[in-house]
């Protein structure tokens, strides 16, 4: 072959060679986006995300920008590192991009805006600029918080107790209730109004251990994240919480403490110990699966009127005492007593002490055999220590039905009934949901006040 051949050939190589470069790295997958964007944003603002992918050479840059109704603003802008030689180095194949989407601090005025994310890669294509994609979605810029008219006047609350408040909100909120300190107590449709009605009931309570002077208000979210709120006169009537001593016998700790720590999986080389682990761990994990269950409720009240209590019983022990648990004259534990502690006849028949759902039939830990009875609108009650259950979980119940017979399960030193009131995943003292004139002037009346 002559010179001149060998150098034909040379050049047609490098130019096949460029050519499978250039085809190489001109290449036209562009990259895609894919996002959950809300509809709406609120004052507060709101953390978004986009996910950006890439086949071929890699992502060269992200942006995203909200076109409104006065011009556009740039809410994010991402670069990733990489030359037109080789594209992306590292290439990046896929990418979140995380912004957070400020109306304040975006200047962005109230009304409808667009969200545009752009992504391009490192190919040759457009110029040299690469591969260009973009995605856009609607965005309402909302910055008005959802107006709450409260309906109901003066309202006493005890420590510890419960209460009920009526109130109207100007648009449908995607969440709504009292706020009372860190408790949130939903608030559902008042009963008995027809659909189009903006009436919301919340029953609430204050939490024995909640702080002196807590804020209590009602508050309500709109799907853009604007909370509105509006305090209304709310009394919180302070009260001491009774202090008791309880001294466990011998006898107590050698047999039903000896028992249960078996069954529990708790050491028993020193029964004060295991008592101490079971009224805290133990009690603990009750707690969390007893919260787990009173944490789906019926939106409808499923009651009326006063609760009953235990037939023919004496009450032995109180709502929230502050318990010190002695052994031969040694403080070895303590816990507040959630419950009031209802002596009867043994065996004596457990009724619901009004009507619901049965939403557990269980043996609970420290709480035996127990039955949780849904009564609608967060409002739960408890029977513990059961010697024998006749309801499952799912049965209808109606007031006064039995739910079995009284016992000593559990963490118990004798027959007994254990009953309680949880509102709102919060322990509240049965005594005025025990009481009619109470239960009408603090519930009833409310949701009838402002009927048309
Ligand atoms: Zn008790």
Wanted: hydrophobic share 40%.
């Amino acid at each position: 072959m002559t010179f001149r051949g060998l150098l034909g050939v040379v050049l047609l190589l490098a130019l096949l060679a460029g050519g499978g470069l250039a085809w190489f790295r001109a290449e036209g997958d562009a990259p895609t986006i894919t996002a959950e964007i809300p509809a709406a944003v609120g004052a507060p603002g709101r953390a978004m995300a986009i996910e950006v992918s890439d086949s071929g050479s890699g992502l060269r840059q992200v942006r995203v920008v909200i076109e409104h109704a006065q011009g556009e603003v740039v809410a994010s802008e991402t670069l990733y590192p990489g030359n037109l030689g080789w594209g992306g180095e590292p290439p990046r194949l896929s990418e979140r991009v995380e912004f957070r989407i400020d109306p304040k601090e975006l200047g962005l005025p109230e009304g409808p805006a667009k969200l545009v994310a752009s992504a391009r890669d490192w190919s040759w294509r457009d110029g040299f600029l690469g591969n260009e994609t973009r995605w856009e979605v609607p965005l309402e810029i909302d910055l008005v918080k959802p107006r709450i008219q409260v309906e109901s006047g003066l309202t006493y609350v005890s420590r510890g107790g419960s209460g009920a408040v009526t109130y109207r909100v100007g648009e449908s909120p995607v969440r709504d209730g009292v706020q009372v300190a860190d408790a949130f107590f939903p608030g559902y449709p008042v009963p008995g109004e027809d659909e189009e009605s903006s009436r919301r009931i919340a029953l609430f309570a204050v939490p024995t251990d909640a702080p002196t002077d807590p804020r209590i208000e009602v508050i309500a979210e709109d799907s853009a994240g604007n909370i509105g709120h509006a305090s209304w006169p709310a009394v919180l009537k302070e009260k001491k919480l009774p202090d008791d001593d309880v001294i466990l016998p011998r006898r107590f700790l050698e047999t039903v403490v000896r028992n249960l720590a078996e069954v529990e999986g708790v050491a028993t080389d020193d029964l004060e110990s295991a008592f101490d682990e079971i009224n805290t761990r133990v009690r603990a994990s009750n707690e969390a699966r007893i919260r787990q269950v009173v944490a789906d409720t019926s939106p409808v009240p499923l009651w009326q009127g006063a609760f009953t209590q235990l037939r023919n019983s004496k009450v032995t022990s109180r709502f929230a005492e502050q318990r010190t648990y002695l052994s031969e004259g040694v403080k070895i534990s303590s816990a507040t007593h959630f419950g009031y502690d209802l002596a009867s006849t043994a065996g004596a028949p457990i009724e619901a002490s009004t009507s619901g759902r049965v939403v557990f039939a269980e043996d609970l830990g420290i709480y035996g055999q127990c039955v949780i009875v849904d009564h609608g609108l967060g409002l739960f009650t408890l029977y513990a220590h059961l010697s024998r259950m006749d309801v499952s979980a799912g049965d209808i119940v109606e007031k006064n039905e039995q739910l079995g017979l009284s016992g000593a399960t559990g963490l118990a030193g004798g027959d007994h009934l254990h009953f309680a009131t949880i509102l709102g995943g919060t322990y509240v003292e049965p005594l005025e949901w025990w009481d009619p004139l109470w239960v009408r002037t603090h519930v009833e009346e409310r949701i009838k006040a402002a009927s048309p």
